[in-house]
């Protein structure tokens, strides 16, 4: 598999959340896939991540899910990408992330990770040598 199907892949897997239907799930995982999200949950299989995604897209809606650039090293890649979603309940999740993936010779995908990053940065140090954090509620990731 080339990197290019890998990207393509991929890309396709982030569209499906944000058209919110399931084009081959089941195809682009291996039965014994792992997933990781960012903020702890874990997914064993095709079919557990299948359901996880038809479950989900009745909570919520991803609004934005682009990809970025790749890394791609050996049966690895790496995505940087930026998410948005909104909940039923109202809440709007915002971040950037990265996505670590372990590919098999058939082109499917054995592992992925995500890794999270906040949107909302500033410099603890603009007032001075001592670091000013701001008092907020740390984000799920």
């Known amino acids: ?40 949950p874990a997914y064993c299989g095709a079919a557990e991540i299948a359901h996880w995604f038809r479950e989900w897209n009745t909570r919520g809606r991803v609004a934005e899910w682009t990809v970025g650039e790749f890394f791609h090293k050996g049966d690895q890649s790496a995505a940087r990408w930026r998410f948005r979603c909104e909940m039923a309940d109202g809440t709007v999740q915002r971040f950037e992330g990265m996505s670590l993936l372990r590919w098999t010779p058939e082109g499917k995908i054995a592992f992925l990770q995500e890794f999270g990053c906040n949107l909302e940065r500033y410099d603890p140090y603009a007032a001075g040598p001592e670091p000013v954090f701001r008092e907020e509620k740390a984000l799920w990731f």
Do not use: H, N, P
């Not at 890309?11 to 239907?21: F, H, Y």
């Open 1 to 40: 598999m080339t990197e290019q199907e890998r990207e393509e892949k991929f890309r396709d897997w982030c569209a499906m959340w944000v058209d919110r239907e399931d084009r081959g799930i089941t195809e682009l995982f291996t039965q014994e896939a792992e997933y990781i999200e960012s903020w702890g």
